[in-house]
């Protein structure tokens, strides 16, 4: 489809102000002035609306097409929360209003929104004090990194290292990383911790060991009561992995299993729109000794029920976010929350869990199931058998897209050769679970006859398999427009 | 339940087949120590009942202000079809584009964002977003640590107080150097900040139009600085940068944006869009999303998702920053923006609220006592002194119903006197005149 540049027409008007009075001149001098006009698009607004609406068509979104996409909770986002978050009381709200004083009293509505959206996280997950000004998953997992790192620093020591376990999201090392740790990374056994390797690599260097359960297999951390243990015995912190919290709404408290740090992402177990990427929004949540190092500002409720802004909190690790993190995202968690409530969510967990177990069992003949049993909310399948016939995982992926699936995760967690992690989520029927199984069947049964055929799908959506590597190797980022 | 549609009848069927006799079956392996200790949460709401108390939130908030407060966030005016085209199912409800023949309307949309901050900021490279201004100046600077492999980063006081914090929190661990050369009157001080620069310095940091309003040309800083083996780095705000001299004009390597002034609501503070751009050279020191042009088996084009060794899904504690997503809705809003208002209706824009500005600027400086901070040329911001402090002309005309703009006396001591006073062209004549009346009655 051609873009927007090439269907740009020099002259055309766009939709912009009404036509100047006056130019410039006098206003900003020459020298700092910009010699011509940017190159952006000369087109009518009918243009863009068609240009735009045909771009979204070839786009696969939950509004449109099963996604069972693994670790990604791709959920049904209910269509109210948008409303909710365009409602002009919050959307036209600027976010200095309340950092004046005697303006807190134009802006309590807001703050009611952060205070009680943090107060439900709490009660969630068990953790004695939440922020929601961190920007997206991978943000929450850096501030709770530098949570972890301001804490140690406050008594006195020097903990250069963090523990990841080699089935973590890759989030989880980079941040740690970028808070300025050693990674050390741990091998599963069995698709779990085993608490003798880490025994073996904790000491006194440890700041914190950062864990997802259920684990990226969809497995249960067994040893979870043994590796709590371990860590405080070392008094070093354990850090939450939030990804995987819809298998355990209710079923689970990570704070009263003894966790310190979590990071949520409300896209996923909340229902967030993923938007093509992001916006996302990643809570990060902690036990009362690190309550004080949460970023500023907070939301505090006075005596008389009024909401304000506070700043006086020496240790905090400052400022992770602008304002007060993405408003317009975790306003749609909050009415999420409050729509579906405590039984609400606990059916979430419930039904996640059992749609996951449901495909599982039905693909369990043709698929290889390296670890076959109950599993969480996602569970992971190989194809080492297609593979040998010289199908891979890959391929099945772009074979689905054919049929109008996304894919699930391929190559995904490491540790599994061949990986199709599947996560049908709570929000898909009986209908389309079934209808799912037998396509995917039907796959796997032409890699049987046929590999040819699948190794060469996509042949149905808009484009065929890409060339990926031409991409990289030949780097083309931006339209000839202006060049 | 809402959202679920199993059946009672289902949900046996689906036990039957799993062989287990009841949900409690499917969280055996939890162990009861394990179990919550509450979950005390209140029962559900229908949708109408969620959205009436949201409604009375939203109502507690006073939106109705006449504002005239930016501070690097403004309240411009977003033509309908922005909203209208980025609702859209298929873009809101897509996940990050790892398959690529599934999502070429994400990633043409991103290909065409990346297109238009290259041509707006005049560089060579754009990534696909990060989170807001503040993370894009930061990753800048670490772009530039990794790049120099220097340590000592030189800033100019001008650049917007919130990001400098912003900067102060990421780097509390890293044995950065940060050196803040001094603001003159509300301009940069380009004899101290070249004085600074050094062969130990990684990156110089400036801002222009910088958070006073005032316009700078950093074209021979930037000369200097390179000479020092230092990279340039300049925040912008986007929309003025359709009639100002741009950051590739001046040589920056990197240039920043908060992209919140391209079809964004103000939405008390995000979510925002972080907008980056970079010389050639620098490209696989940028983090985050990038996309690529390229062809299918059938030689027709695609795009995809590229140079993904450097990000953390591959490279891991490696990787150039831990940033996994994008901010691609909301790029998607600055490209649908972008295209509606077309080169000259941007530049109209910016001209108009630069107008506009000036403007307030003449009529203000007809009341006592009242001077410009700065003589220097200005945009669509100024900073006017008072001869009161500045948190006292609030109060009153707060409760007025008028925002008269941003006390500057909040993160510059020293100038508690002066007010920040922005336009947009959501502001009229009308309301500069009755500014003027309550600023003169409140001093």
């Known amino acids: 489809m051609k873009t927007i540049f090439e269907q740009s027409v020099s002259g055309r008007p766009g ?31 009918l243009d863009v609306v068609r240009h735009f609406t045909r771009l979204s068509r070839l786009n696969f979104g939950v509004d449109s097409h099963f996604y069972p996409l693994g670790s990604c909770t791709m959920k049904y986002n209910p269509k109210f929360m948008e ?10 709200l600027h976010p200095l209003v309340p950092q004046f004083r005697g303006a807190g009293h134009f802006a309590q509505g807001a703050l009611e929104v952060i205070f009680e959206t943090e107060r439900l996280l709490c009660e969630i997950t068990g953790m004695a004090g939440f922020t929601v000004h961190p920007m997206a998953g991978s943000h929450g997992e850096l501030a709770g990194a530098m949570i972890i790192a301001a804490y140690h620093k406050d008594k006195g020591r020097k903990r250069t290292k963090v523990v990841v376990p080699d089935s973590a999201h890759g989030t989880n090392p980079a941040s740690a990383a970028i808070a300025g740790f050693d990674v050390i990374s741990l091998e599963s ?30 497995l249960f951390e067994q040893h979870l009561p043994r590796i709590v243990e371990l860590v405080r015995s070392v008094d070093a912190l354990l850090y939450y992995d939030g990804a995987n919290l819809n298998a355990i709404l209710g079923k689970m408290r990570v704070g009263d299993a003894g966790f310190d740090v979590v990071h949520l992402n409300l896209h996923k177990t909340f229902g967030t ?25 907070r939301v505090v409720k006075l005596e008389d029920g009024q909401f304000f802004l506070d700043y006086d909190y020496p240790k905090s690790i400052g400022y992770v976010a602008p304002f007060y993190g993405n408003f317009g995202v975790y306003l749609k968690a909050y009415a999420y929350i409050l729509r579906l409530g405590r039984e609400g969510l606990i059916r979430v967990s419930e039904n996640a869990v059992l749609a996951a177990n449901y495909l599982r069992k039905r693909l369990e003949e043709h698929l290889e199931i390296p670890y076959n049993r109950i599993c969480m909310h996602e569970f992971v399948a190989s194809a080492v058998r297609q593979a040998a016939k010289g199908v891979r995982a890959l391929d099945i992926a772009k074979a689905l897209l054919d049929k109008g699936y996304h894919a699930p995760t391929v190559y995904f967690p490491l540790i599994v050769k061949e990986a199709l992690m599947f996560e049908p989520t709570e929000t898909e029927s009986l209908d389309t679970l079934d209808q799912f199984v037998d396509d995917l ?28 590597v031409k991409a990289a190797r030949n780097l083309e980022l931006t339209d000839n427009c202006g060049l | 339940m809402p959202y679920i549609p199993h059946t009672p009848n289902e949900q046996r069927r689906m036990l039957d087949v799993v062989g287990i006799p009841d949900m409690d079956a499917l969280f055996a392996e939890i162990p009861k120590t394990l179990r919550p200790k509450s979950f005390d949460l209140p029962e559900g709401l229908g949708e109408h009942e969620v959205m009436r108390h949201l409604e009375t939130l939203a109502d507690k908030n006073n939106t109705r202000l006449v504002g005239f407060l930016g501070a690097g966030f403004y309240d411009h005016a977003i033509p309908a079809a922005v909203d209208f085209l980025t609702s859209r199912g298929e873009f809101a409800t897509a996940y990050t584009p790892y398959q ?36 894009a100046l930061y990753e800048a600077m670490m772009m530039a640590v990794r790049h120099t492999k220097r340590r000592k980063i030189v800033v100019d006081e001008c650049v917007n107080p919130i990001y400098r914090r912003m900067l102060d929190c990421y780097t509390s661990n890293l044995h950065l150097e940060m050196i803040v050369v001094a603001h003159r009157e509300g301009g940069s001080d380009l004899k101290a900040l070249s004085a600074a620069v050094d062969t130990d310095t990684a990156a110089i940091i400036v801002q222009n139009p910088n958070f006073f309003g005032v316009l700078e040309d950093f074209t021979g800083l930037f000369t200097h600085a390179r000479s020092q083996g230092a990279l ?59 996309v690529g042009r390229t062809t299918d088996a059938q030689g027709r084009t695609g795009y995809v998702l590229t140079l993904q060794a450097r990000e953390q899904h591959i490279r891991r504690q490696k990787a150039t920053s831990n940033i996994c997503s994008n901010q691609a809705l909301c790029a998607l809003r600055a490209i649908v923006f972008l295209c509606l208002m077309g080169p000259r209706g941007l530049a109209n824009t910016a001209t108009h609220c630069s107008e506009l500005a000036h403007y307030a600027a003449r009529r203000l400086l007809k009341l006592p006592g009242a001077k410009l901070l700065s003589q220097r040329p200005f945009a669509n911001e100024f900073a006017l002194v008072l001869p009161k402090p500045a948190y006292h002309v609030m109060d009153r005309l707060t409760r007025r119903g008028f925002l008269p703009g941003f006390p500057l006396g909040r993160y ?11 336009c947009t062209e959501k502001n009229t004549r009308e309301d500069i005149g009755i500014l003027k009346e309550l600023l003169g009655g409140a001093l």
């Open chain 2, 100 to 135: 690529p023949e599934a999502s070429q309307g994400s990633l043409q949309a991103i290909f065409e964002y990346q297109t238009a901050v290259c041509r707006l900021l005049d560089m060579e490279y754009a990534n696909a977003s990060v989170y807001d201004g503040g993370t």
């Open chain 2, 232 to 290: 340039n780095i300049i925040s912008v705000y986007p929309l003025m940068q359709a009639v100002l001299k741009t950051p590739g004009a001046m040589g920056a390597d990197i240039a920043t944006a908060e992209g919140q002034s391209l079809g964004l609501p103000l939405s008390f503070g995000g979510p925002y869009l972080g907008m980056m751009a970079c010389a050639k050279a620098l490209i696989r020191q940028m983090p985050g999303r990038i």
């Open chain 1, 189 to 218: 056994k069995d698709g779990i911790v085993d608490p003798q390797a880490l025994e073996a690599v904790l000491s006194e260097d440890v700041a914190a060991v950062m864990m997802t359960c259920p684990n990226t297999l969809g």
């Open chain 2, 412 to 422: 510059y001591p020293g100038l508690e006197n002066v007010l920040l006073i922005a």
């Open chain 1, 441 to 468: 069947i039907a796959i796997l049964e032409q890699a049987d006859q046929d590999p040819a055929a699948i190794q060469s799908a996509p042949r149905h959506t808009p484009v065929s398999r890409l060339d990926e």
């Open chain 1, 15 to 45: 939709v912009g102000l009404r036509e100047l009075k006056k130019d410039l001149t006098g206003l900003i001098p020459q020298e700092l002035a910009r010699d011509g006009l940017p190159c952006l698009p000369q087109v009518g607004e």
């Open chain 1, 83 to 92: 409303q909710a978050a365009a409602l002009p009381g919050f959307s036209r």
């Open chain 1, 273 to 297: 729109p993923h938007g093509g990427g992001g916006p996302g929004s990643g809570p990060v949540g902690v036990c009362e000794r690190l309550v004080d190092f949460l970023p500023i500002s």
